[in-house]
């Protein structure tokens, strides 16, 4: 990952996972904070219960086992890592952010797991008790909540180091060696990716760039009409705009306008639907219409501009 992209910064881990990034944190640099759902603060604790295969293990190099009612393939080299880790001594020189996240009624991983951990961790250091979730978090809400939570502490974290990678004005798009055509996409403290379908060779990953510029015209639309609203104290239901783009022929588009003529081969066409909750009388629907040809980026979009474009290396960059 730090060769072809960028080394991690958060490493999340769920039972036994939770006990391989304890395990490996130290070794990762780049690695700001970690988050562990589960864990066991003793790998042997999790070994034991899959004690009646180690021989078949060993005689196999691995073998399928039931945790928690799941089925998961261990293999030998597993084993014999975990074995070696002494995951206290890894916890108490973890020297980063800790969340400590498990269910107090877990039947596979005990509660008091999640003691230990917290226990020989160092400060900042965070314990979320998941009230009521099984260890698999098989209830949508549970991992739903794991995640919204995990997501929050970890905001701080990430919006640091996207500070340090686009801390101008500038929207920063760069390739990520994955795939021919993704890329992530840095606006302020906001991460996005962009791809394009797999039919064309990408990975599907993130909307193609045009998908983005309807997006930008539809945002833009809603919230120009929403501005309207308040400004002339107008009720106006939510406002929804669906925006599609294609590429026609110019002699053939009836309802391009002015931006078809005397052109010849094919232009760019944006059809953008306003949608109203509750009933709109036809006064307001022209006046929606008029509204929406004002936004910002409608008017980019009809106008030409420019585009002045130059190459930096990037030690240059700012």
């Known amino acids: ?18 006990a391989a990034v304890l395990a ?9 904070a970690v988050a562990t759902i589960g864990a066991p603060s003793d790998v042997g604790h999790v070994l034991a219960q899959f004690s009646s295969h180690v021989d078949e293990i060993n005689e196999n190099g691995e073998a399928e086992v039931a945790l928690a009612g799941r089925n998961f393939t ?6 014999e890592d975990a074995t070696r ?37 160092k400060h900042p250091k965070s314990f979320v008790s998941l009230d009521k979730a099984d260890h698999l978090l098989s209830r949508e809400a549970d991992a739903r909540y794991v995640a919204d939570i995990i997501a929050a502490w970890a905001g701080r974290f990430v919006e640091q180091e996207m500070a340090v990678d686009a801390g101008h004005d500038a929207v920063v798009v760069s390739e990520t060696g994955l795939g021919r055509f993704q890329n992530t996409v840095l606006a302020g403290r906001h991460q996005l990716l962009a791809d394009e379908p797999t039919s064309v060779g990408g990975l599907d990953t993130g909307p193609t760039p045009y998908d983005y510029l309807s997006a930008a015209l539809g945002a833009c639309t809603a919230m120009t009409l929403r501005m309207y609203a308040s400004h002339k104290k107008q009720a106006l239901g939510l406002v929804t705009v669906a925006v599609s783009h294609g590429k026609v022929a110019a002699d053939h588009c009836s309802d391009c306008g002015e931006a078809a003529n005397g052109r010849g081969g094919k232009i760019d ?9 509750g009933e709109i ?8 219409i008029e509204i929406a040809g004002k936004c910002p980026v409608h008017r980019t ?9 130059r190459v930096v290396g990037r030690e240059e960059v700012a």
């Open 1 to 18: 990952m730090r060769r072809s992209f960028a080394a991690p910064s958060i490493l999340i881990g769920h039972s036994l996972g939770g």
């Open 24 to 32: 490996v944190a130290d070794e990762i640099p780049e690695v700001q």
């Open 74 to 79: 261990i293999r030998r080299e597993f084993i």
């Open 85 to 121: 880790q002494k995951l206290e001594d890894k916890v108490s020189k973890l020297g980063r952010a800790l969340l400590v996240m498990h269910s107090p009624i877990d039947q596979t991983v005990g509660v008091e797991n999640a003691s230990q951990i917290f226990k020989a961790a």
């Open 269 to 277: 066409r944006f059809e953008r639907v306003i949608s109203v909750e």
């Open 281 to 288: 009388d036809e006064g307001l629907r022209d006046k929606l």
């Open 301 to 309: 979009l009809e106008h030409e501009s420019a585009v002045v474009t």
